[in-house]
């Protein structure tokens, strides 16, 4: 899982390192299958439940789960990329949100806000700990500087599949949930949103867009359990972990 966690963010940091306006989400998603198949591992996303690419590609207003297509993106968007992979059948899940060129002030703020949600949750994971204290912790984080959490999809457990017990909520009570145990890995994975929680699914079927239409983030990690507190299977091999602010 190490291996397939490492891929991912190699992934998402030749995404990162990449993406400007004027490309398409297709060719995002390009970039995203030509990698992981170059390093011999299968695109977790493709064919799951008929979806057809190999990343999720969400601009904007768009949460989660946007369908790579001919949308050209532009300066000043946020894009969403999520990316799964299969390695020696371990599964490994992350996303990062982009910006496109100069973005404003207030896109700014909503991706540092749900990547410091993100590690808030995950300073909080260790053998013995309830999950609820993750969710928890995200959610306080995320709703005390004036955005919301988005309720209606969650993180997950991960291992020989992509969606493995237990959901893993951003929001909850900090008593609530399973307790959290060494060798255990989830994908946590809040979704932040600058207005109104509520989302709602695109005729598509698989687009998740916020209510208001308002701008939202995703940044997800696979994170192990151990005794000594997270071990992010999902960073950059180069990186350190980063500190919560
Ligand atoms: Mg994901
Ligand atoms: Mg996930």
């Known amino acids: 899982m190490r291996d397939a966690g490492a891929l991912v963010a190699q992934t998402l940091d ?8 004027g ?11 030509d990698n992981i198949l170059a390093a011999g591992a ?7 439940h008929g979806f057809p690419a190999s990343a999720c590609v969400s601009i904007d207003e768009q949460v989660v789960h946007g369908i790579p297509g001919s949308r050209k993106l532009q300066e000043g968007d946020i894009v969403s990329v999520d990316v799964g992979v299969i390695l020696e059948g371990w599964y490994g899940d992350s996303a990062s949100t982009f910006a496109v060129g100069e ?5 700014q703020k909503l991706m540092d806000v749900t990547r ?7 300073e909080q994971v260790r053998d013995g700990v309830k999950l609820g204290v993750v969710s928890s912790a995200i959610q306080k984080y995320a709703e005390s500087r004036g955005y919301s959490v988005v309720r209606d999809l969650v993180g997950h457990g991960i291992g020989r599949q992509m969606h493995e017990e237990p959901q893993v909520p951003n929001y909850g009570s900090p008593d609530k949930g399973p307790v959290l145990k060494t060798g255990m890995v989830i ?3 809040p979704m932040i949103n600058v207005g109104v929680h509520e989302v709602i699914t695109k005729k598509d079927g698989w687009t998740i867009v916020t209510a208001d239409e308002k701008p939202s983030a995703h940044f997800e990690h696979t994170v192990a359990v151990t005794d000594e507190g997270a071990d992010i299977l999902s960073l950059l091999r180069t990186e350190k972990p980063e500190r919560v602010s």
């Open 14 to 21: 030749i995404v990162g390192k990449t993406i400007t306006a």
């Open 23 to 33: 490309m398409t989400t297709s060719d995002i998603d390009k970039l995203v299958e």
């Open 42 to 48: 299968t695109p977790a996303f493709k064919g799951y």
């Open 103 to 107: 973005i404003s002030e207030s896109k």
């Open 116 to 122: 410091d949600a993100l590690f808030c949750g995950i």
């Open 187 to 189: 994908a946590i994975e």
